[in-house]
Nanobody, 115 residues
Framework: QVRLVESGGGLVQAGGSLRLSCAAS????????MGWYRQAPGKQRELVAT???????NYADFVKGRFTISRDNAKNIVRLQMDSLAPEDTAVYYC?????????WGQGTQVTVSS
């Protein structure tokens, strides 16, 4: 099994920044892709950003130019730097890792952006 531990959520004013971190731990595994998803009230869970084992990145249109995903393979950590935050970014953010054909999820961390 794989356990994901997230940190970095909180309350921030519009225009501010937050950095989310997620550490993956387990006995033995090779992570193919790591990423972040979010779910706002009344909305479906949606992709925010992903990063492959080769560090290729993919971003949702609504975060391009504002968010940056990065990865530390030695420590099995994925980070999401969020800048220029807006109230519509308010959501629960979930860490995700993909190992072969299996997905693993973190517990979610709340991000709230005030006007």
């Amino acid at each position: 099994q794989v356990r994901l531990v997230e940190s970095g959520g909180g309350l921030v004013q519009a225009g501010g920044s937050l950095r989310l971190s997620c550490a993956a731990s387990g006995n033995s595994f090779s992570i193919n892709t790591m990423g972040w998803y979010r779910q706002a009230p009344g909305k479906q869970r949606e992709l925010v950003a992903t990063i492959s084992s080769g560090s290729s990145t993919n971003y949702a249109d609504f975060v391009k130019g504002r968010f940056t995903i990065s990865r530390d393979n030695a420590k099995n950590i994925v980070r999401l730097q969020m800048d220029s935050l807006a109230p519509e970014d308010t959501a629960v953010y979930y860490c995700n890792v993909r190992i072969w054909y299996s997905d693993y999820w973190g517990q979610g961390t709340q991000v709230t952006v005030s006007s």
